[in-house]
């Protein structure tokens, strides 16, 4: 659960990847809108969720900044990146710094994803695996670009509606 709901400004925040490179919110939405999905790597359902966020990144990363937040230090990061085959940021949000993030969000469970406006308002919540969510990711980013919609699930993947974090 989350207490930023659609409509909600989204909080700020500053997170180093595990190369000391610093992603700020507020920089990024400079750019345009950005996709967070905040994760644990010992979670099952951000183990499935991460491969078809990387599909929305391969597809429509022109018109959004992807950060995949993660509540985990940068070996363990690094090790879920690498078998999840992710290749957008990964900032971490580590537990020793008492998740400032995470905390700013009131998430209670991973995944969550945030699609937020360049003006900072939050326009699409999903938590845990959310079909339509990511498809609603999507079709907004394939608009942005005046891009035709691509599948984001192929038709012999057997893909739940939705899965609790």
Do not use: W
């Not at 000391?20 to 990024?28: E, I, V």
């Not at 326009?123 to 079909?131: E, P």
Request: hydrophobic share 40%.
């Amino acid at each position: 659960m989350t207490h930023i709901v659609a409509g909600n400004k989204a909080p700020d925040f500053s997170l180093k990847d595990s190369n000391g490179r610093d992603y700020s919110l507020s920089a990024l939405l400079e750019k345009g809108p950005v996709v967070a999905a905040f994760f644990k790597v010992s979670c099952p359902v951000c183990q499935f969720t991460f491969p078809f966020l990387e599909r929305l990144h391969e597809r429509y990363g022109k018109s959004a900044t992807f950060l995949g937040i993660s509540q985990d230090d940068a070996k363990a990061t690094t090790k879920f990146t690498n078998e999840y085959g992710v290749k957008f940021p990964m900032p971490m949000d580590e537990s020793g710094k008492n998740y400032p993030a995470s905390n700013a969000y009131g998430l209670t469970n991973v995944p969550t994803v945030f699609l937020i406006e360049p003006d900072g308002t939050v326009s699409l919540v999903g938590l845990g695996f959310d079909k339509k969510g990511l498809e609603q990711i999507a079709a907004s980013l394939a608009e942005r670009q005046h891009i035709a919609l691509a599948a984001l699930f192929r038709p012999d993947e057997r893909i739940p509606d939705h899965k609790p974090g």
